[in-house]
């Protein structure tokens, strides 16, 4: 099984892996994704020791985040090696690197001899799939295998943080918070604009999007519209049509929750998706930037 791509259950969203040290091998992810090759693959890793084969150098922020959150959902951008394809880095001479923390996925990344480059296993520019069904479903007809790890227990992407200047800056808001981050090395950046940021290639302005049109409004307004849909981050309406991402507030859950509600929701038998933001502290900025990206077309 070298050289294909399969499903893998990660604690943020399932990943499209293949060997990312071949770049044959990496190149079916961007074909069976449709991604453009712009867009740099993230390197996931199993032990410490594989990081010093794929970077340069670590600097000393990035190593206490290390020993803090991984394996988690951080990925570091640091200086590359050589051995990384300039297929995984688009070119860049930054490759992106994290140590997911799922068993399975932990377990697999230990026994092989090689990395897995790993994007989220959805159609280019599709909502990240939380389940492994969710990636039979729209690549089961070019991915052979899914491997099952139940339901991705954080339910955003990683946060993504670059250590090229002095203070650090994440380039994208995801499953660790800006406070844990910044508890551990102090005040960091945000710089996490779009398509023509250079810094942060691939993050475009539209992205994470259903298909069916979502804009942002009053879901208490739309409740009885059999044509609307609604997300609300708090409440107790929930129904098919009608969901709350946590009955009781929770950021957490309302992350884990997001893409499957939105996702059900571009599913069934309505016209439009009416949502709310939520409150813009730990896990909601990265959920209020999902929500605006695939708000935006
Ligand atoms: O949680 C996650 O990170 C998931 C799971 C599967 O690990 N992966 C994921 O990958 O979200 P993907 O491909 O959907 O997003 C990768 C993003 C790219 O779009 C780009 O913004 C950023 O990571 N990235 C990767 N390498 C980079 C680099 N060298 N410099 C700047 N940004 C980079
Ligand atoms: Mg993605």
Redesign the pocket.
Same mark, same amino acid.
């Given at each position: 099984m070298q050289g294909i791509a399969v499903g893998i259950p990660?604690e943020?969203?399932? @990943?499209l892996a293949a060997n990312a040290l071949n770049a044959t091998a990496v190149a079916q992810i961007f074909e069976i994704k449709r991604r453009p090759t712009f867009?740099?693959? =993230?390197v996931?890793i199993g032990k410490i020791e594989q990081l010093n084969e794929l970077v340069e150098s670590i600097p000393q922020k990035a190593s206490q985040l290390i020993d803090a959150f991984w394996p988690g959902?951080l990925?570091l951008?640091l200086k590359r090696k050589d051995v990384v394809p300039d297929l995984v880095?688009s070119g860049?001479e930054?490759? &992106?690197v994290?140590m997911?923390n799922h068993p399975i996925t932990l377990q697999l990344l230990q026994e092989l001899p090689f990395p897995l480059a %790993?994007?989220? %296993?959805n159609p280019f520019g599709y909502i990240?799939p939380t389940r492994a069904q969710h990636v039979v479903d729209q690549l089961g007809n070019e991915v052979q295998y899914v491997l099952d790890g139940g339901e991705c227990q954080i339910g955003v992407?990683?946060t =993504?943080i670059?250590f090229e200047e002095e203070t650090p800056c994440i380039?994208?808001l &995801? &499953?660790l918070s800006v406070e844990s981050i910044e508890s551990v090395i102090g005040g960091v950046k945000i710089n996490i604009q779009s398509t023509s940021n250079p810094? %942060?290639? @691939?993050?475009l302005l539209s992205h994470y999007s259903p298909r069916k049109p979502m804009h942002e409004g009053k879901p208490m307004e739309y409740i009885n519209d059999a044509r609307v849909g609604t997300i609300q981050f708090q409440g107790e309406t929930n129904q098919s049509k009608n969901r709350i991402l946590s009955s009781t507030g929770n950021l957490n859950e309302a992350a884990q929750r997001l893409f499957k509600t939105m996702r059900e929701l571009d599913e069934s038998d309505i016209e439009k998706i009416v949502f709310e933001f939520v409150p813009e502290e730990g896990l909601g900025r990265a959920i209020n930037d999902r929500l605006r990206r695939a708000a935006t077309k």
């Open positions: 990660t943020t969203v399932y @990943g867009d740099p693959l =993230i996931h959902p990925t951008i880095t860049l930054t490759v &992106g994290r997911p %790993a994007p989220s %296993a990240s992407e990683s =993504i670059s380039l994208r &995801g &499953g810094h %942060a290639p @691939g993050m």
